[in-house]
C-alpha cells in the first residue's frame, strides 16, 4: 500500500505564507510525477505545482509562478510547497498528488493525499 500524509494548511492573512508538506510511504519503487493541486467547490481540481519526468521538471500554475516553490527530499519521498505572498484567490484545498510505480515494471498508478484547506484572509 501506499499513502501520501499532508501537512501544513491553515488560515492567513493576504500577503502572508504557509508551507505545505507532503510525505509518501509504503511500497515505492519509484516516484515519476509528485506535487500539489488545489480545488475550490464548484470548480475542477486544478495543477498548482508538480515535479515531473521523475522529478527534473517542475510546472507551475500561471498564477502561482514567482509566488509559490515547490522542492523535494527524494531520500525521504517528500515534496513541500512554499508559498509565498499568498493571494484570497488562493484559498483553497490543496491535494498531494504522486505518479508512483510499486514495484519494477509495474505500470505505475496516481494516488492523493486526503486534503488539506488554505484559507487566506483579505
Known amino acids: 500500500q501506499v499513502q501520501l500524509v499532508e501537512s501544513g494548511g491553515g488560515l492567513v492573512q493576504a500577503g502572508g505564507s504557509l508551507r505545505l508538506s507532503c510525505a509518501a510511504s509504503g511500497s515505492i519503487f519509484s516516484i515519476n510525477q509528485m506535487g500539489w493541486y488545489r480545488q475550490v467547490p464548484g470548480l475542477p481540481r486544478e495543477l498548482v505545482a508538480v515535479f515531473t519526468d521523475g522529478g527534473r521538471l517542475t510546472n507551475y500554475a500561471d498564477s502561482v509562478k514567482g509566488r509559490f516553490a515547490l522542492s523535494r527530499d527524494n531520500a525521504k519521498n517528500t515534496v513541500t510547497l512554499q508559498m509565498n505572498s499568498l493571494k484570497p484567490e488562493d484559498t483553497a484545498v490543496y491535494y498531494c498528488?504522486?505518479?508512483?510505480?510499486?514495484?519494477?515494471?509495474?505500470?505505475?498508478?496516481?494516488?492523493w493525499g486526503q486534503g488539506t484547506q488554505v484559507t487566506v484572509s483579505s
Open positions: 498528488s504522486a505518479y508512483i510505480l510499486r514495484y519494477r515494471g509495474h505500470s505505475g498508478y496516481e494516488y
